[in-house]
């Protein structure tokens, strides 16, 4: 599985961003695709997720101001990230990943950064 994410950029404070993310190759495995964040020196933390029937997972502080929504379509899975109301607190760089379903290691995108200026 490759993942492909997209989106990023420079927003200021209250405006919004839509991030992508493409996955190709063995997309039938993938149960879970979302998406975490990373700012630097501190860990990776978990922003939003969706399962490939729909059920979408968010944290506390992003769950009244991002969606998530996926597109299982046949050669490859999409999974968008619409980030609104953005803060300055937002501004870290975000990367896709996707769950297998079963055991075995997630997969993660290459990170896009997104910076969110006051």
């Known amino acids: 599985v490759q993942l492909q994410a997209s989106g990023g950029g420079l927003v200021q404070v209250g405006g919004s961003l839509r991030l992508s993310c493409v996955a190709s190759?063995?997309?039938?495995?993938?149960?879970?695709m979302g998406w975490f964040r990373q700012t630097p020196g501190k860990q990776r933390e978990f922003v939003a997720s969706i399962t490939r029937g729909g059920r979408a997972t968010f944290a506390d502080d992003v769950s009244d101001r991002f969606t998530i929504s996926r597109d299982n379509s046949k050669n490859k899975n999409t999974v968008y990230l619409q980030m609104n109301s953005l803060k300055p607190e937002d501004t870290a760089v975000y990367y896709c990943f996707a769950e297998p379903y079963g055991s075995g290691d997630d997969y993660w995108g290459q990170g896009t950064q997104v910076t969110v200026s006051s």
């Open positions: 190759g063995n997309i039938f495995s993938i149960n879970v």
